[in-house]
């Protein structure tokens, strides 16, 4: 059974830098599939914020790119997500989540529990 | 950028069949994904590739998408799907989520 599970910080100051890990169980990200990571304002929609391969290959939301970093780490089998420069509007339930690729498409089928992040001095 | 459009609110009585759209610039031509998520959880994938249902996922649930949109059926609909439906898809190297819709079963 694949399991992920965010952890970090809940609360961080305004201009810092958010950062957070998901450790995957039940499966080694080695193995392939992207990883991703979606954040939820308070009472709002899903966002998705970027996704990693294991090789480390990247891609991101255009309107975040420029304060995002994520990375891997295979020999811990997590991977990790840095936002910069945060504002109260980054206050969300951040996620991280498998993403299945095939046939031109993709979807998060694990989900972690969700991590809510506070953005406040 | 793509965007996804959905209603904000669906209602269905129970045993009835709900039906959620989601609208976007030739969506029939890539591929739809639903998920589910009820208060304070995760949310949970139930269609892929616009029709084909995870493992675990009841049948009642089904998925289409032609045109410029894709729908979510849920066949007799029980109280426990009462949650909040969001749509996705995969446009030019991005994610991109529907903003969702409250299913409410009443």
């Known amino acids: 059974q694949v399991q992920l599970q965010e952890s970090g910080p809940g609360l961080v100051k305004p201009s810092e830098t958010l950062s957070l890990t998901c450790v995957v169980s039940?499966?080694?990200?080695?193995?392939?599939?992207?990883w991703g990571w979606i954040r939820q304002s308070p009472g709002k929609g899903l966002e998705w914020i970027g996704s990693?391969?294991?090789?480390?290959?990247?891609y991101h939301n255009p309107s975040l790119k420029s304060r995002v970093t994520i990375s891997v780490d295979t020999s811990k089998n997590q991977f990790s997500l840095k936002v910069n420069s945060v504002t109260a509007a980054d206050t969300a339930v951040y996620y991280c989540?498998?993403?299945?690729?095939?046939?031109?498409?993709?979807?998060?089928?694990?989900w972690g529990q969700g991590t809510p992040v506070t953005v406040s001095s | 950028s793509y965007e996804l459009t959905q209603p904000p609110s669906v209602s269905v009585s129970p045993g009835q069949t709900a039906s959620i759209t989601c609208s976007g610039d030739?969506?029939?031509?890539?591929?739809a994904c639903w998920y589910q998520q009820r208060p304070g959880q995760s949310p949970v994938l139930v269609i892929y590739?616009?029709?084909k249902r995870p493992s675990g996922i009841p049948e009642r649930f089904s998925g289409s998408n032609s045109g410029n949109t894709a729908t979510l059926t849920i066949n007799g609909t029980q109280a426990m799907d009462e949650a909040d439906y969001y749509c996705?898809?995969?446009?030019?190297?991005?994610?991109?989520f529907g903003g969702g819709t409250k299913l409410t079963v009443l």
């Open positions: 989540a498998r993403q299945s690729s095939t046939a031109g498409t993709t979807a998060f089928d694990y």
């Open positions: 039940g499966y080694s990200i080695s193995s392939g599939y992207y």
């Open positions: 990693i391969y294991y090789s480390g290959s990247t």
């Open positions: 030739k969506l029939g031509d890539k591929y």
């Open positions: 590739q616009d029709n």
């Open positions: 996705q898809a995969w446009a030019s190297t991005t994610v991109v």
